[in-house]
């Protein structure tokens, strides 16, 4: 159920924690594999921020998705519910030392919904390259729940030469 506050933004009267997912975790597979229970409200934007790949990931082995203040631009990604809370996203995500829980304000079906995402803790001074899985995971979420075909192609681009 949705409630309009005073102040214009949407909030979920009874609901669990509501999570903006812009990197793997917008592929339901991966919520599912960490035995998450969850349930997709839809795409949601992040205006005034922008995707980098700021932590080297010790089970990727790679860069990993961040997100990053950065007027006129926006993130993408999913709108979660998870009724249970986010204990077992806390685990994977190294919440305290790898990432920490941040209040974000998205947009969902055009109002503005409070959120939690997680944002790197230290980032690298430069960008750090994905794998490629780790990146087709995004894609899978991003077309999976219907995300802007201009941010899917956005995703793409992180390797252009990729096959398929």
């Known amino acids: ?3 309009v506050s005073a102040l214009g933004t949407t909030t979920f009267i009874g609901m669990g924690t509501l999570y903006f997912a812009y990197g793997s ?4 597979s991966q919520l599912t594999a960490w035995d998450t229970p969850h349930r997709a409200l839809g795409p949601a934007e992040l205006p005034d921020h922008r995707l980098a790949f700021l932590r080297r990931s010790i089970r990727w082995r790679a860069g990993a998705a961040d997100i990053v203040r950065a007027k006129g631009e926006s993130v993408w990604g999913v709108l979660w519910e ?4 986010a204990a077992e996203l806390d685990v994977k995500e190294s919440a305290g030392t790898g990432y920490r829980r941040r209040s974000v304000r998205v947009i969902l079906d055009g109002e503005p919904v409070q959120a939690m995402a997680y944002e790197v803790i230290e980032k690298a001074p430069t960008e750090l390259e994905p794998r490629r ?10 077309r999976e729940h219907g995300l802007p075909d201009a941010w899917v192609r ?3 681009a992180v390797f252009p030469s990729r096959e398929g």
């Open 133 to 142: 899985e780790y990146v087709q995971l995004m894609m899978d979420g991003a």
């Open 82 to 85: 998870l009724p249970c809370g």
């Open 154 to 156: 956005r995703l793409e």
């Open 1 to 3: 159920m949705r409630r």
């Open 25 to 28: 975790n917008m592929s339901s």
